[in-house]
């Protein structure tokens, strides 16, 4: 009865129920395109897959240039309007991707959805440490990562369908609306203003240097995920439905993971065992993906890989928001990590441009992820 009244106090906290629903949303919207987006540019505008990963190393780019000016964003203007920016942002850059066809400026889009994203994690990172309790942050971080997945859970065989049967322009409207529906809930109370300094001889303090790298390898591990994965998977299947049903199994093993992981998640012991033997195991699961040809054996591997990275972003999110609030200085550390996640995106991306192997950048996050384990 205790564990539902902790339950109870966490969804009627005002300010993170809101965060709680809007992001729900937000990840439906985006997981129903962002898994088929490298897709959209290899098949059906004809890139060449130098190209695709060309669009996301402009895309890392941005994000990295923009964190500093959105952080002077959300001093000025409010993190829920920071939110409401990157929603703006989101959507165009759907429709900048809708229109490729007419104008070809790949790099715009591209371009676009870097800064929304810049915006939406500076301004939600910074909103949740603020209203987050220190001594049940685990449980917190945990529901967050429930109601994000619950919103992935349907979102890709949602947008599979759509994509199979309607095509990609209608998804890309569905998704806009969906969008600007999840920043409605913020509204629902008052603004919050933070303000931030950020310098960044910051960024090259020795004392951040584990920091640093752990922000890289995760960056890199991201990038990969994000682009290689669903290229690799469609490939080698040739079907919409199948990645899309995938990704949806592996929200849902997430979705109990995370669960049980939540309840772990009550000492710092605790959750830096499960983020250095998760971290371990989640490797294995890169290397293994080189010995795959089935769909039960890719969908197997994907959710293994989905929830096996639960053990590692739970409580390194929760030690995070302990870490940006110790600093004094909360959104400037997350532009700090927003900054050095970015430029793991964009050596993943330039891994996989120079090489032009999907494999090698599979490699190179397994190895990384395992790294971990020894920090």
């Given amino acids: 009865m205790l564990r539902h009244q902790h339950l109870i106090k966490y969804l009627f906290n005002r300010e993170l129920s809101e965060m709680y629903i809007s992001i729900g949303i937000k990840n439906l919207a985006l997981s129903m395109a962002g898994i088929f987006v490298p897709l959209y540019l290899y098949l059906d505008m004809g890139y060449p897959l130098s190209k695709v990963f060309l669009f996301y190393m402009i895309y890392s780019l941005a994000m990295m240039v923009t964190c500093p000016f959105a952080a002077k964003f959300i001093s000025k203007h409010g993190v829920k309007h920071g939110i409401l920016t990157s929603m703006f942002g989101f959507i165009m850059q759907i429709i900048l991707l809708s229109t490729l066809s007419f104008h070809n400026l790949f790099f715009l889009p591209a371009l676009v959805g870097g800064m929304a994203n810049s915006f939406y994690w ?40 759509i994509i199979t049967y309607l095509g990609f322009v209608t998804l890309f409207i569905i998704v806009s609306l969906l969008l600007l529906l999840s ?89 830096k065992t499960m983020l250095r033997y998760g971290s371990l195991f989640h490797s294995v699961g890169w290397f293994a993906l080189l010995f795959l040809k089935t769909f039960v054996q890719l969908a197997f591997i994907n959710i293994y890989l989905a929830m096996s990275y639960i053990f590692v972003d739970i409580p390194h999110h929760t030690a995070v928001y302990g870490k940006a609030k110790k600093s004094g200085n909360t959104t400037g550390y997350f532009v700090y990590r927003e900054m050095m996640i970015a430029f793991g995106r964009f050596l993943g991306v330039l891994v996989l441009l120079v090489t032009g192997s999907l494999v090698v950048g599979f490699i190179i996050g397994g190895v990384g992820m395992a790294t971990w384990f020894f920090i």
């Fill in 122 to 161: 500076i301004s939600f990172h910074t909103d949740f440490a603020k209203f987050s309790d220190k001594k049940k942050r685990g449980q917190e971080v945990s529901l967050w990562f429930i109601t994000a997945f619950l919103g992935i859970l349907l979102g890709p065989i949602l947008g599979s369908i």
């Fill in 183 to 271: 920043a409605v809930p913020l509204f629902m109370s008052s603004e919050v203003h933070t303000k931030t300094t950020f310098l960044f001889k910051d960024i090259f303090k020795k004392s951040r240097l584990k920091e640093t790298y752990v922000y890289i390898v995760m960056g890199f591990r991201v990038i990969i995920a994000q682009v290689a994965l669903p290229i690799f998977i469609f490939l080698m299947l040739d079907k919409y439905l199948s990645l899309g049903a995938i990704a949806s199994f592996a929200a849902l093993g997430s979705i109990i993971i995370g669960y049980f992981v939540g309840k772990l998640s009550n000492n710092e012991r605790r959750e």
